[in-house]
């Protein structure tokens, strides 16, 4: 390690290496991790520094990446890498131009994002879709620590408002069963409706709970995995890397609305455990709606932004022209962040006449 540690003193000194010096840095702190004390945004008040955190966040999605080859080939092993070069690509040159450190944000961003794409998207549109989310999403508000909305999410809802055929139109079936899909390039059977259109379209849903457990059913590669997402979820949180607070009422505040509206409108809203086991809900909740940057940082805020996610996820599922309402809601209430961290602090730190009153939120 010293020996390697040496090349890349080398390298940081090397005149000609000047222009690429961001990413030098960017490889070293992958081995080495930060040679100083963070002056900028994010900031993770804990004792985790950035790079741990991205580190625990990958391990946790590992179930997700690997049921998504198994389920649907190596094809999305090549949408994986598509986003991670589009995505990757936009962020060296933005910190190249601005001569800033490339932070590992984008290991997870160029994750998550094909995770939540569908298996059948043509990879050009993976390369868009990644490149927009980078750029419009985080680029444009100053980078990583200072972009409003979720990178991923941002290129997710411009793919759908822009593609919404290629989007929505057409799905693989899983492979289940042996090797899966681990000895081919992609299904061959198409058209496989996700359980949230059958719904939609007044269906009935002939899957069990298992099956949505367990990967049986079509959407997005990443969030059919239930079981996996469940693991690498509480692993976030028995890790300290996201707070409970934001799933837990993500979650409980569709599951309890969903069992009001399935009392009231039956025919249009599925009853709790299966809003709860389909479409993006699971992934969205632990993977999205809990990122640092763009969620409350205050307890409150955090129960404000969980409980408003879930019901504009319940209302855009059942009222929406979209199937899926995830992807909207967290966006929604990303837009909002600042101004619930706001409220809630100009709550706790209000001025008295004899000086300034602290309230726990």
Not at 79 to 93: H, R
Not at 292 to 316: D, E, N, Q, Y
């Amino acid at each position: 390690m010293n020996a390697l540690r040496g090349l890349f003193d080398n390298l940081k000194r090397s005149e000609s290496l000047k222009s690429v010096r961001p990413l030098i840095d960017a490889v070293d702190n992958i081995f080495f991790g930060p040679e100083e004390v963070t002056t900028s945004a994010p900031h993770i008040v804990d004792n985790n520094d950035l790079k741990r955190h991205m580190t625990m966040v990958i391990l946790a999605l590992l179930p997700s990446t690997l049921a998504s080859i198994y389920f649907y080939g190596w094809r999305a092993l090549a949408i994986i890498l598509v986003s991670y070069a589009a995505g990757g690509i936009t962020e060296v040159l933005f910190a190249i131009i601005r001569k800033h450190d490339i932070h590992e944000g984008f290991l997870v961003t160029g994750l998550i994002f094909p995770l939540v794409l569908p298996p059948t998207i043509p990879l050009w549109m993976v390369a868009v879709g990644s490149f927009f989310g980078v750029f419009f999403g985080k680029e444009v508000f100053g980078g990583t620590g200072r972009n409003v909305f979720n990178p991923a999410i941002a290129g997710r809802v411009f793919l759908s408002i822009a593609f919404p055929v290629a989007m929505s139109a057409s799905w693989f079936k899983p492979l289940i069963g042996g090797l899966g899909g681990l000895l081919k390039y992609a299904p061959d059977a198409v058209a496989s409706a996700t359980p949230l259109a059958v719904i939609k379209a007044g269906g009935q849903l002939d899957v069990s709970v298992l099956q949505l457990l367990l990967g049986g059913t079509g959407g997005s590669m990443g969030e059919t995995f239930r079981l996996g997402i469940i693991l690498g979820g509480i692993f976030l949180i028995m890790t300290k890397i996201i707070d409970w607070r934001i799933p837990v009422a993500y979650l409980g505040s569709v599951l309890v609305f969903s069992v009001i509206g399935s009392q009231f409108l039956p025919a249009q809203v599925a009853p709790p455990v299966i809003q709860l086991l389909t479409g993006g809900l699971l992934f969205g909740a632990f993977f999205m709606a809990t990122d640092p940057v763009t969620s409350p940082f205050t307890k409150s805020g955090m129960w404000i932004f969980g409980i408003s996610a879930g019901i504009l996820t319940l209302l855009f599922r059942v009222f929406g022209g979209y199937v899926e309402g995830v992807m909207f809601s967290i966006l929604l209430m990303n837009g909002f962040t600042p101004l619930i961290d706001s409220v809630i602090l100009d709550a706790k730190f209000k001025p008295k006449d004899n000086g300034v009153v602290y309230n726990e939120n």
